[in-house]
């Protein structure tokens, strides 16, 4: 057997960078590819990943994005699958990726966008999927009442309001390059949110992708002024909104009928548990 597996090592990040720009996504840039593996929130890694190797080339690339969380009082590890690309003659080879990955012990593990015959092949190996009913809302030129609900992006106001939990996650991921942050703002109340700008399907306008609300309640009460500003100073004429994330369905929504599926494998968490941060959805643009 000449294809071997190996992980990806910080001098590996190049070689699988230029491969997925060649293989997987040619809009993704190399320099784009190496920045995602490396995450901007402080955790010990173990790999990027790993890749198949026949001699010196690289043929396949499983990428992982890790972190710690402080769970019901306790740190627990996870590691998110990201990107995976094997060359047509080495498919055979693939699930070897998805073994090593997954033969690391003392993680949770998380698969986010698994597509084709990826969810099958994660359920029979002990996954369980998350309920990803997702609200659409068309961003639309809301008439709004002036300064009742203020909005802002600017980092010097974003960590004036924030504090606690909620301070620590934006200062985590706020070099994450996926990922755009807001404060919604309304009398004494705020709430935080995140979100990534992204396509649905390859055909469809770009949308904007709520990854977390730290105020389900605000963020329900403001979601006309939010959609409002994501069409006017982010360019995104629609929001998804996933129900599990946001709490309650939007105002002026309709359900997707087909919901991406999003997987995760514990043996002790709950869904409620497992969110979209941290992840291969903050850390890279495709």
């Not at 972190?67 to 998110?80: D, K, L, Y």
């Not at 809302?137 to 300064?147: A, D, E, F």
Request: proline content about 7%; overall charge positive.
């Amino acid at each position: 057997m000449t294809i071997q597996v190996s992980p990806i090592t910080d001098q590996d990040v190049a070689g699988v960078a230029d491969f997925l720009h060649a293989n997987l996504n040619a809009r993704v840039l190399p320099s784009a590819w190496a920045r995602a593996m490396s995450v901007p929130w402080k955790v010990e890694v173990p790999n990027h990943g790993f890749m198949l190797r026949d001699g010196q080339q690289v043929v396949g690339a499983y990428l992982a994005f890790y972190s710690e969380r402080v769970i019901a009082g306790q740190v627990e590890r996870f590691c998110n699958l990201g990107a995976w690309c094997v060359l047509p003659n080495c498919r055979f080879h693939s699930v070897r990726l998805l073994n090593a990955l997954l033969a690391q012990d003392g993680y949770h593990f998380t698969d986010l966008s698994p597509s084709g015959n990826v969810p099958a092949l994660d359920a029979r190996l002990g996954f369980r999927s998350l309920d990803t009913s997702t609200a659409l809302v068309p961003n639309l030129p809301w008439p709004i009442l002036v300064g009742r609900t203020r909005i802002s992006a600017d980092p010097d106001v974003i960590e004036s309001t924030l504090t606690g939990t909620q301070l620590e996650l934006y200062r985590d991921h706020a070099q994450a390059v996926a990922v755009g942050h807001l404060v919604l703002i309304r009398g004494s109340e705020s709430c935080y949110v995140m979100f990534r700008r992204a396509r649905w399907r390859k055909d469809l306008p770009l949308l904007a992708v709520i990854l977390h609300v730290s105020n389900p309640e605000l963020f329900r009460r403001a979601i006309l002024p939010l959609t409002r500003h994501l069409l006017i100073h982010h360019g995104v004429l629609a929001t998804l909104a996933e129900l599990r994330i946001v709490g309650t369905r939007p105002r002026a929504s309709f359900m997707l009928p087909s919901p991406p599926p999003k997987m995760y494998r514990s043996a002790n968490l709950e869904p409620s548990q497992i969110d979209d941060l941290y992840s291969e959805m903050v850390c890279g643009r495709w």
